[in-house]
C-alpha cells in the first residue's frame, strides 16, 4: 500500500529523545572551496544534548568542523523507510587529551559500560582520536518519505 509523507516539527525533548534512539547519521561539514563534504558517521547525544561523534583529527570532517564549524546532519532510522530528521549546529573538535574523558562518554551513550574503561581510554590515546561535539542550534521536521498528502492515497494499476 503506498505511503503518505508525513512531517512534523517536534519541540526539544522529543527531538533529543528521537536522535537518542539512533545512532546513524550523515554529517555535512564545507570544504575549504565552500562545497559540501558528506559523511556517515555513528554518532551519540551526550548528556547535554549535543550530537557527539569520533573521528581523527587528520580526516576531513574533523579539519573542515574546525575551519567552518557551522555543521548539518541528517539522522536516519535503521529502516531505511523510516523517519529521519535533519539538525544544524555548532561543531567543536576536542583533541587528546582533552579528549578523552568524552570519548568515554562518547561510548557510553552508544554502548553502555565499557568492560574496562582504563583499557579503552588507553585505546583512544593509541590510536590518537578526537571527538566532534555539536551543539543542536536548529532542526527541521521529523519527516518519513512517500506521496504528498495533497494527493490522497494513490492507486497503481
Not at 38 to 65: C, F, H, M, W
Not at 104 to 109: A, N, P, S
Request: net charge neutral; hydrophobic share 35%; charged share 25%.
Amino acid at each position: 500500500m503506498p505511503r503518505t509523507a508525513t512531517a512534523r516539527t517536534p519541540e526539544r525533548a522529543e527531538l533529543l529523545e528521537f536522535l537518542r534512539a539512533r545512532t546513524r547519521c550523515v554529517l555535512i561539514t564545507t570544504r575549504s572551496d565552500g562545497g559540501p563534504q558528506v559523511s556517515p558517521v555513528t554518532y551519540g547525544v551526550d548528556v547535554e544534548g549535543r550530537l557527539v561523534i569520533a573521528s581523527y583529527p587528520q580526516r576531513a570532517k574533523s579539519r573542515n568542523a574546525r575551519r567552518t564549524p557551522a555543521v548539518a546532519a541528517c539522522v536516519l532510522s535503521e529502516d531505511w523507510n523510516g523517519p529521519y530528521v535533519q539538525v544544524e549546529g555548532t561543531a567543536e573538535v576536542l583533541e587528546l587529551p582533552a579528549a578523552v574523558e568524552p570519548l568515554v562518554e562518547y561510548f557510553r551513550v552508544i554502548s553502555g559500560e565499557h568492560p574496562d574503561w582504563d583499557e579503552y581510554r588507553a585505546a583512544m590515546v593509541r590510536q590518537g582520536k578526537c571527538l566532534i561535539r555539536v551543539t543542536i542550534d536548529r532542526w527541521g521536521p521529523i519527516a518519513t518519505g512517500g506521496f504528498p498528502p495533497e494527493l490522497g492515497q494513490p492507486t497503481t494499476s
